[in-house]
């Protein structure tokens, strides 16, 4: 059964960079058949794609971030990961990370970790 | 971007009854191979989103068989055939058709 797991950074002062990871087990991430997601939900439950990565490196952004968002993989410890420059308040929501089946759609979603921009 | 927007926002139910929810996006979610990249997500309180239907009316694996999607085009709808309490929940729409993939606004489906 795949497991994705996010990690926690809790609280984030405004300016500054939120750096995500999550740890895939149950599946290896460099499979061709999948692309690995970030999604955010906002306090007011909307949910917003943040964007996607394939193992080759290939990525996709939300033009809404403005540039802000990078994501990569890393094979070797079977993790990607999501870093958002720049943050405000506007940041502050749930953010989930999950894989989408090529063909599919997304199929399996970390819990979630709640990210605060506060000073 | 594709809006999606859902109808309606809250869907008060009796047990055992039916509900139905619907979806409509601003174009075609036609994908140029053919399909139509159309799911619907449920969020339990407390949990991550589940997926329950992709490409419009495919059920995910695990998903109980009184739950069912149509449509076409720009106008989908997910039907319960028979609500049961493991139900209540925000039911999202999401289209993956064309980038940057976006989802609709959420329709709470709460017991009588």
């Known amino acids: 059964q795949l497991h994705l797991q996010e990690s926690d950074p809790g609280l984030v002062k405004p300016s500054e960079t939120l750096s995500l990871t999550c740890t895939v087990s149950?599946?290896?991430?460099?499979?061709?058949?999948?692309?690995w997601v970030w999604i955010r939900q906002s306090p007011g439950m909307r949910l917003e794609w943040i964007g996607s990565i394939h193992y080759t490196g290939n990525a996709y952004y939300n033009p809404s971030l403005n540039s802000r968002a990078a994501m990569s993989v890393d094979m070797s410890n079977n993790l990607f990961s999501l870093r958002l420059y720049s943050v405000t308040a506007a940041d502050t929501a749930v953010y989930f990370c999950?894989?989408?089946?090529?063909?599919?759609?997304?199929?399996?979603w970390g819990q979630g970790a709640l990210v605060t921009v506060s000073s | 971007d594709i809006v999606m927007t859902q109808t309606p926002l809250s869907s008060p139910v009796t047990l055992g009854q039916p509900a139905s929810i619907s979806c409509r996006s601003s174009q075609s979610l036609v994908n140029s191979d053919g399909n139509t990249y159309l799911s619907w997500l449920q969020q339990r309180p407390g949990q991550p989103p589940r997926l329950l239907i992709y490409k419009i009316s495919n059920r995910f694996s695990g998903v109980p068989d009184r739950f069912s999607g149509s449509g076409a085009g720009t106008d989908f709808t997910l039907t319960i055939s028979r609500v049961e309490a493991e139900d209540v929940g925000v039911y999202y729409c999401t289209q993956a058709s064309q980038f940057p993939y976006t989802f609709g606004q959420g329709t709470r489906l709460e017991i009588k």
């Open positions: 999950a894989r989408v089946e090529v063909g599919v759609s997304v199929d399996y």
């Open positions: 149950g599946g290896s991430i460099s499979s061709p058949n999948y692309y």
